[in-house]
């Protein structure tokens, strides 16, 4: 089979491979791959856990090809899939309170192993939840990070709130503020400051805010009637916006982080002391979450796969991973496509 392998830091090659072990898994055959910000950190050599030769991928869909020997499923061949891509332990404290998805030995496919850039991959059988037989493909491509966000936006203890603002409009931050809008969002304010992505989420009807033309603090304030806003979505990782979220977030307000900082950040703590603020962890998701954001993403296939700007053959790869470090930010969701 045809596979996306990462060789060493800033190398992935197209290699031929022999058909992966079933035994006790089920095969897929991969249809769409979408390069993740975590993908980009294993191509740069970055990432703490992953080990070359590694195939990497873990935002995948794909049709059953085989079950492997001794897999008891309903799954059948020809059918439509996705993969949840979290491999968990079962035997630490948070494996055992039922919270696998924060296990501490967690492990990933297209991380720990080899995941969903190759025409085939074969993944446990619990792992494999099936899609609406008229699902599209491509969108569906699109259900693992809008897991996270399903994930993220559940963990805000509010359960009413107007006023959000979300930092950071890549395909994350992106998926979000489609979120917030459609849960009723009243006073929707985002903040980006790469040209292209401010102008995608224009034109899908977003109120951006560019940080270098505009102060993002008293222009949120004046908007709000000195309060700020209830929700506050982290999704650019950068520290300009840790250092402004306490201000820009409301008395009692929450903070949803949902990036990854890649370093330590600044953050007003006694912000968060003075004004009882929530700051908000999250990580990936439950199956539930995962679950649900298959039925989303079907459900407002049109909005999500907006988020989707370039599609690709693996054999493009290398070409593919260089575009995206060298102007990473102008790309929003890139999907290598398995089967023309
Ligand atoms: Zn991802
Ligand atoms: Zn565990």
Redesign the pocket.
Known sequence: MKALVWTEKEKVELQNRPLPDTAGKILIQVAYAGICGSDISVYLGKHPRAKAPLIMGHEFVGVVEAIGEGVETDLKKGDKVVVDPLI?????N??LNGN?HV???LNLYGTDCDGGMAEYVAVADHTVLKLPEDMDFKTAALIEPVAVVVHGLRMIKKNFYTSACITGLGPMGLLAAIMLKNSGVNRLFTVETNKKRAEHARKLGFEVIDPKTEDVVSYIKKRTGGEGVEVFVEASGAPMSAAVMTDITSVRGEILLLSVFKEPAAVDLRAVNFKEQILVGCRVYTQLDFKDAISYTYNHADEISAIISHLHPIEDGQRVFQDMIRGSTEAMKVLFALQQ
């Not at 968990?88 to 630490?92: D, E, F, L, Q, R």
Request: glycine share 10%; with cysteine; aromatic share 10%.
């Open positions: 968990y332990c079962g035997k630490c948070a494996c696998t296990c501490r030995a």
